[in-house]
């Protein structure tokens, strides 16, 4: 069927593997097409089959799942990357969204959740371990009780909402109506403001403030 996800899945150890593509060939709107135990089989895979999505380990032979994904996006972009690792550190977690992975998500998950990672991923949605997500979010705000939002101007606010919404800066720019490179200077005053480091953090920090707006 057409409708069905098709993912791909990589991960150098097999049995572990197996478990990941068990779970997901349980679900009738996904198909796993391919397995690989290394990065670069991954992208050559990816490159042949376009798949919907890519679950990638990040420590494999080779190529890891960082410069793994850095290939995907450039050679075949429609494939999303979902990264499945046990890594906790929020270096690791930062630089495979730099990469352009959309999904990470530790092993020690339940199948349910690896599901519902792969949903949501596939809706355009960044998916975070939510543990993960909240630890990043209490350490980046831990030394700074002002609210950092309040020195943002009302366009700043608009692109970086565009932003946490998931959309590139060409995307926003044609959104509003404003050069590409217009955009990326706001995002500069944006990051400045914020006293944070990349997109990916404001964007975090911005749909923690929604949350808490919304109690």
């Given at each position: 069927?057409?409708d069905?996800?098709?993912?791909?899945?990589?991960?150098d150890?097999?049995?572990?593997?197996?478990?990941?593509?068990?779970?997901l060939?349980?679900?009738?709107?996904?198909?796993?097409?391919?397995?690989?135990?290394?990065?670069?089989?991954?992208?050559?895979?990816?490159?042949?089959l376009?798949?919907?999505?890519?679950?990638?380990d990040?420590?494999?032979?080779?190529?890891?799942?960082?410069t793994?994904?850095?290939?995907?996006?450039?050679?075949?972009?429609?494939t999303?990357?979902?990264?499945?690792?046990?890594?906790?550190d929020?270096?690791?977690?930062?630089?495979?969204?730099?990469?352009?992975?959309?999904?990470?998500?530790?092993?020690?998950?339940?199948?349910?959740?690896?599901?519902?990672?792969?949903?949501?991923?596939?809706?355009?949605?960044?998916?975070?371990?939510?543990?993960?997500?909240a630890?990043?979010?209490?350490?980046?705000?831990?030394?700074?009780p002002?609210?950092?939002?309040?020195?943002?101007?009302d366009?700043?606010?608009?692109?970086?909402?565009?932003?946490?919404?998931?959309?590139t800066?060409?995307?926003?720019?044609?959104?509003?109506y404003?050069?590409?490179?217009?955009?990326?200077h706001?995002?500069t005053?944006?990051?400045?403001?914020?006293?944070?480091?990349s997109?990916?953090?404001a964007?975090?920090?911005a749909?923690?403030r929604?949350?808490?707006?919304?109690?």
């Amino acid at each position: 069927m057409s409708d069905k996800i098709r993912i791909i899945v990589a991960d150098d150890h097999p049995l572990f593997r197996e478990g990941v593509v068990k779970t997901l060939a349980r679900e009738a709107d996904i198909d796993v097409i391919a397995e690989a135990s290394g990065g670069e089989q991954a992208v050559e895979q990816a490159v042949d089959l376009l798949p919907d999505l890519a679950i990638l380990d990040l420590t494999m032979p080779g190529i890891g799942g960082i410069t793994a994904t850095i290939q995907m996006s450039e050679r075949c972009p429609a494939t999303t990357v979902l990264v499945l690792t046990v890594s906790e550190d929020s270096d690791d977690l930062l630089q495979a969204l730099k990469a352009g992975a959309r999904g990470y998500v530790l092993k020690g998950v339940s199948g349910r959740e690896l599901v519902q990672a792969v949903r949501s991923v596939i809706a355009g949605e960044v998916y975070i371990t939510p543990a993960l997500a909240a630890g990043i979010l209490s350490e980046m705000t831990r030394n700074d009780p002002a609210d950092p939002f309040k020195n943002l101007t009302d366009r700043e606010h608009e692109i970086l909402q565009l932003v946490a919404g998931g959309l590139t800066n060409r995307e926003i720019g044609a959104q509003l109506y404003i050069a590409e490179k217009t955009v990326k200077h706001y995002m500069t005053n944006v990051l400045q403001k914020l006293q944070v480091r990349s997109r990916v953090e404001a964007a975090l920090l911005a749909q923690r403030r929604d949350f808490e707006s919304r109690d």
